[in-house]
């Protein structure tokens, strides 16, 4: 049977998707599942890593019907996934020991309080490029590992697993033949050397982590595993790519050049500029990351994250309840001039990049008599836009480099009003690509190139195209007017007496 597509696997925080690509880079046929959260405590948030699994199959088999496709015509196998977001299960039962924590959850902010009193911030910074947060994968498996009875008995009986979502299905689709993780995902768990690309013993002595529960680390691109046929539709296909949501959407945007950025509107927001084969420590809030390792060659990226993406416009939806479909706020926003002076910042856990106040909170502000659902709708819209300058702001501080332009992927691109007011507040060209969902893409394109159903990274450039591009049309002066008022929202923001939980 010929091998005439690429399957990916994009297992994010909201939902499970499969997407069939053919070699030119399109899609075949696609299926998606949702994905239930899990809300124990104020702050933390967990899922069900079962469903991460059956999700993925049922998806799988989804694709293959619309597509009128069987396993044997796929060439490889590429996953990325929701980074941070930590698993341990038991090898014997194949069953997860505690629920996922995704990397959203704040349930491990007084480790990283602990961390940051015993002076340890330099040494995690200077290591993994990143700082310390809950938000990274290490402070959530010391959690686990501490507070989930029996764990640390099976783990002295050599029976616990680690990973992050890539690992634990590549551990599900292999038949538990293969414990393995990309470099791109373990550069986002605040254990990984980004110097010597090996698990870092100071840090994983610090967080009192055995190294026998983590990962083998694998390149990008290449073949790392293979899937077990008595799992996967009777088929041992290769699984050649892996890489964190991210890193693997950058991939697609073909950000292969020093200094070109994109930006993911998903649930969060994630910047991510390419700075070639040197480590670039922010001073400034940013992260550094491995972007990928292909062929012993290692690149790595600054990165900006930002809590309070799409998940600003499902809070409309699904807590105030003043709106019941995402388009409806493009509608509401574009009934009114501006906001009226409101100002929304969804701080719901906290603030990331360039902030990282893990106690931050959410606010409104600006209200009056005249507010209306219209204001609020096109205020949670444009917060989305001010984080983003928040971040490529500090971007350019940090590389120096000015960005001639954005590009951009994920579901928020269908807001034309998003889309205007972002190239607005940044004043630079925002480029939509024809197709969206780069994370998939761009995971389709390293298993392609691991098993060499595309040649090199000039064949996958060219794949590339572009379906809308917005330029600015706001005036500078009134630009920076509006910037300058997010400004000071957010510093109401960061107000917020983590003690006293009260806002001073």
């Given at each position: 049977m010929e091998k005439k597509y690429i399957m990916a696997i994009d297992q994010g925080t909201t939902g499970t998707r499969v997407i069939l690509f053919n070699h030119e880079g399109q899609v075949h046929s696609k299926?998606?599942?949702?994905?239930?959260?899990?809300?124990?405590?104020?702050?933390?948030?967990?899922?069900?890593?079962?469903?991460?699994?059956?999700?993925?199959?049922?998806?799988?088999?989804?694709a293959f019907e619309k597509g009128g496709v069987t396993a044997s015509e796929i060439a490889a196998i590429g996953i990325t996934c929701q980074r941070e977001t930590t698993v341990l299960w038991d090898k014997d039962t194949g069953l997860p020991v505690y629920n996922a924590i995704v990397w959203q959850s704040r349930q491990t902010a007084s480790i990283c309080e602990e961390l940051?009193?015993?002076?340890?911030?330099?040494?995690?910074?200077?290591?993994?490029?990143?700082?310390?947060?809950?938000?990274?994968?290490?402070?959530?498996?010391?959690?686990?590992?501490?507070?989930?009875?029996?764990?640390?008995?099976?783990i002295s009986q050599g029976k616990i697993c680690m990973g992050n979502i890539d690992s634990w299905l590549i551990w599900k689709l292999s038949g538990g033949a293969y414990h393995v993780e990309d470099y791109s995902n373990a550069s986002r768990t605040m254990l990984l050397n980004i110097y010597t690309l090996e698990w870092d013993k100071e840090l994983l002595d610090i967080l009192d982590i055995p190294v026998s529960i983590l990962p083998r680390l694998k390149p990008s691109s290449g073949i790392i595993a293979t899937t077990n046929k008595d799992v996967f539709f009777g088929e041992e296909l290769p699984i050649a790519g892996d890489a964190g949501d991210q890193h693997a959407a950058t991939f697609g945007q073909v950000c292969f050049q020093p200094g070109?950025?994109?930006?993911?509107?998903?649930?969060?927001?994630?910047?991510m500029m390419n700075v070639g084969e040197r480590v670039l420590f922010s001073k400034n809030g940013l992260t550094t990351d491995i972007a990928w390792v292909i062929n012993n060659n290692v690149e790595y990226a600054l990165e900006g994250v930002v809590f309070a993406g799409?998940?600003?416009?499902?809070?409309?939806?699904?807590?105030?309840?003043?709106?019941?479909?995402?388009?409806?706020?493009?509608?509401?926003?574009?009934?009114?001039?501006?906001?009226?002076?409101?100002?929304?910042?969804?701080a719901f856990t906290g603030l990331c990049a360039p902030y990282w106040d893990m106690y931050a909170r959410g606010l409104v502000i600006g209200i009056t008599r005249g507010t209306s659902r219209e204001h609020i709708?096109?205020?949670?819209?444009?917060?989305?836009?001010?984080?983003?300058?928040?971040?490529?702001?500090?971007?350019?501080?940090?590389?120096?480099?000015?960005?001639?332009?954005?590009?951009?992927?994920?579901?928020?691109?269908?807001?034309?009003?998003l889309m205007q007011f972002q190239s607005d507040i940044l004043g630079i060209p925002i480029e939509v690509p024809a197709i969206t969902e780069m994370a998939a893409l761009g995971a389709a394109y390293l298993a392609g190139l691991g098993i060499g159903f595309w040649a090199n990274k000039e064949e996958i450039s060219k794949q590339w195209k572009l379906s809308k591009v917005f330029e600015p049309k706001m005036k500078e002066d009134r630009r920076e007017e509006l910037y300058a008022g997010w400004k000071r929202a957010v510093k109401r923001s960061l107000l917020w007496d983590k003690k006293e939980d009260i806002c001073i």
């Open positions: 299926a998606y599942r949702e994905i239930r959260q899990i809300y124990p405590n104020p702050g933390w948030v967990e899922q069900d890593p079962m469903e991460y699994w059956n999700t993925t199959m049922v998806c799988t088999k989804e940051k009193t015993r002076g340890y911030e330099d040494t995690v910074k200077n290591k993994t490029g990143l700082l310390i947060d809950a938000y990274f994968s290490g402070t959530k498996i010391k959690w686990i590992i501490e507070n989930v009875s029996g764990v640390k008995e099976k070109m950025a994109k930006n993911t509107y998903g649930t969060a927001l994630a910047l799409g998940s600003t416009v499902q809070w409309l939806r699904d807590g105030l309840k003043i709106i019941k479909t995402a388009p409806e706020c493009d509608l509401l926003a574009e009934k009114v001039a501006d906001t009226g002076g409101v100002y929304f910042v969804p709708a096109r205020s949670a819209l444009e917060a989305i836009a001010y984080q983003t300058r928040d971040v490529l702001d500090t971007m350019t501080v940090d590389s120096g480099i000015n960005a001639k332009s954005l590009r951009v992927d994920g579901g928020a691109t269908n807001s034309n009003f």
